[in-house]
T-cell receptor
Framework: DAKTTQPPSMDCAEGRAANLPCNHS???????VYWYRQIHSQGPQYIIH???NNETNEMASLIITEDRKSSTLILPHATLRDTAVYYC??????????????FGKGTLLTVNP | DTGVSQDPRHKITKRGQNVTFRCDPI?????LYWYRQTLGQGPEFLTY????????KSRLLSDRFSAERPKGSFSTLEIQRTEQGDSAMYLC????????????FGSGTRLTVV
């Protein structure tokens, strides 16, 4: 079972920031938080990941709470092409199954014009 | 290198027929994964290769399913005696030895069993 909880859907206006929450209250110290997204009829696309600190790249920012029990993915200026299902995943940093990603149902983000 | 390639993109087959899908990973990636995704669900792990060795198979991978990765390059996933329940998107992904930036997924093969 997925170790994360996400809202099933969210809406965002084009040009505004999209803030996608994720709850991972059972995360352990050796688990990363990863975000992927899946645009219709395509494979999932890696967005960003983090362990403890906030992270930013050209696609998004990841804010992880101090207790690491939740995180927020921020798309600073959402466009129509950001409409997709966004998956929050926790993954072990080491150990026998650290290569495996366990996806939940994700959040369908719809960006409206 | 344009990423992970999967062939075919779509496959319609009659129940009971065998089908084979191919995945070409990113050339320098030694790890290769197969996932299955049904409508409205997230992808589910099927199997994992490190080079040519198949290191894990999910219990979702019944005896009718077999995956190979000869020479540690491309991989094939074969389904024998297809059933309607096999209808799904089959996704392949690859990664380098260090997983820091996650996987790169292909666009998938959509299988419809009629």
């Amino acid at each position: 079972d997925a170790k994360t909880t996400q809202p099933p859907s969210m809406d965002c206006a084009e040009g505004r920031a999209a803030n996608l929450p994720c709850n991972h209250s059972t995360i352990s110290g050796n688990e990363y938080v990863y975000w992927y997204r899946q645009i219709h009829s395509q494979g999932p696309q890696y967005i960003i990941h983090g362990l403890k600190n906030n992270e930013t790249n050209e696609m998004a920012s990841l804010i992880i709470t101090e207790d690491r029990k939740s995180s927020t993915l921020i798309l600073p200026h959402a466009t129509l092409r950001d409409t997709a299902v966004y998956y929050c995943i926790v993954r072990e940093t080491s150990g026998g199954s650290n290569y495996k990603l366990t996806f939940g149902k994700g959040t369908l983000l719809t960006v409206n014009p | 290198d344009t990423g992970v390639s999967q062939d075919p993109r779509h496959k319609i087959t009659k129940r009971g027929q065998n089908v084979t899908f191919r995945c070409d990973p990113i050339s320098e990636h030694n790890r290769l994964y197969w996932y299955r995704q049904t409508l409205g669900q997230g992808p589910e792990f099927l199997t994992y290769f490190q080079n040519e060795a198949q290191l894990e198979k999910s219990r979702l991978l019944s005896d009718r399913f077999s995956a190979e990765r000869p020479k540690g390059s491309f991989s094939t996933l074969e389904i024998q005696r297809t059933e309607q329940g096999d209808s799904a998107m089959y996704l392949c992904a690859s990664s380098p030895p260090t997983l820091s930036n996650g996987y790169t997924f292909g666009s998938g093969t959509r299988l419809t069993v009629v």
